[in-house]
């Protein structure tokens, strides 16, 4: 990915994750994300239906756009190369601080257990550098 690409995803962008559905339907959630190590990285809980359709169906698109500039984005396709356990909290902890500049994740349930959805970008599209006017 490029510089601009990778740079979408270290701000507070809302990040759209699609899988596909059992029945072949698409699914699209919002979420937040990071890249780090040339992988797109995304939190989310066991047992959610991304995470199930992932489990079965690896294949993904995530599509990113700038808060401030709607003409600024990425879409990307890919594969979740790994689901990484984050029962502690790190990475969502991160992406706390990352999206509402808050140390710990306000979320947290006893219940759940966190997971991180490591995603390696194969096509990557970035819209040509324009502004909005106005």
């Avoid at 040339?38 to 989310?44: F, P, S």
């Avoid at 984050?86 to 994740?105: I, N």
């Amino acid at each position: 990915m490029n510089e601009k690409a990778a740079g979408l995803f270290s701000e507070k962008n809302l990040v759209y994750l699609a899988t596909v559905m059992n029945d072949g339907a698409p699914q699209v959630s919002p979420v937040w994300a990071n890249y780090e190590d040339e992988h797109i990285l995304i939190n989310t809980a066991e047992g959610r239906i991304k995470h199930k359709n992932v489990l079965r169906d690896p294949r993904v698109a995530v599509s990113v756009t700038a808060i401030d500039n709607p003409l600024d984005m990425v879409t990307i396709r890919g594969i979740v190369v790994d689901l990484i356990p984050d029962y502690e909290y790190k990475h969502a902890d991160k992406l706390t601080l990352q999206y509402m500049g808050r140390e710990h994740y306000p979320f947290k349930r006893d219940d759940e257990k966190r997971v991180i959805l490591k995603i390696k970008p194969d096509q990557v599209f970035v819209l040509p550098e324009l502004k909005m006017s106005g």
